[in-house]
């Protein structure tokens, strides 16, 4: 909406509109995901990931081949290769195939580049409380954690900082995805599930239900979804 309304707002853009056209074209199209098909080699008819050399390649509507070089993945890598090895190897795609989607991210200097595949549910995830919890509160500015014990014990205690005022949504999603990471290490090493507080963001007529305009900030951002989400 800043964008759009720049046009008329900054004498830049007023006085040269295809500069602003250029901006806002950019802008719209930064991001492209293509779903996948399961009767496809790679599980995709747009874009083929070799995993021998972790490069992944893509065919534009001219048929141009662009190639991405050294695409690599800090989590999951194993998970797309074993997904897009078996893949290769089934032999009858249509029936027992797996469709592999992928979206790319342009950030001027850099690319984000997703993979999304179906991952079944590990059936050693630790959903049990009988030896302690790690229980989060998720704020504004940093993740609070307690470490107690099944009795409500207090073990130890720490927070991750960060900070997203400001930032765009991409680099919201970045920031908060990277301290999640730790404090998912944090309840492996201590071998507890989290917990987390469950927002009630719903809207009084008479007012913020929490009373406080930090507080509705946080609500009102989808950061404190993006939190909850990521964990």
């Known amino acids: 909406k800043k964008l759009f309304r720049s046009q008329f707002t900054i004498d830049e853009f007023v006085q040269n509109h295809d500069k602003w056209k250029t901006l806002f074209s950019r802008a719209r199209n930064k991001q492209l995901t293509l779903s ?16 021998e050399n972790q490069e992944l390649w893509m ?26 090895t078996k893949q290769l ?19 001027g200097e850099y690319y984000i580049v997703k993979c999304l595949v179906d991952v079944p549910e590990n059936p050693h995830t630790n959903y049990s409380k009988s030896d302690g919890v790690i229980g989060v509160d998720c704020n504004l500015n940093h993740f609070a954690w ?16 960060f900070s997203i005022m400001g930032q765009s949504t991409g680099q919201i999603t ?58």
């Open 89 to 107: 190897q089934c032999k009858n795609k249509k029936k027992h195939g797996k469709p592999i989607a992928w979206s790319v991210e342009d950030h």
């Open 146 to 161: 307690a470490h107690v014990t099944k009795d409500g014990n207090y073990k130890g205690s720490g927070s991750l900082c």
């Open 36 to 51: 996948g098909r399961k009767d496809a080699k790679h599980g995709n008819f747009v874009f083929q990931y070799v995993v």
């Open 174 to 231: 970045k920031i908060i995805e990277a301290e999640v990471i730790r404090l998912v290490d944090l309840a492996v090493r201590y071998h507890k599930p989290i917990i987390i507080e469950k927002l009630d963001t719903t809207q009084s007529k008479t007012g913020d239900r929490y009373g406080s305009k930090r507080v509705n900030r946080m609500k009102s951002m989808f950061a404190y979804r993006k939190m909850t989400s990521a964990i």
């Open 59 to 84: 065919t534009t509507s001219t048929g141009k081949l662009v190639m991405f070089p050294a695409v690599t993945f800090p989590y999951g890598q194993e998970i797309i290769e074993e997904v897009i």
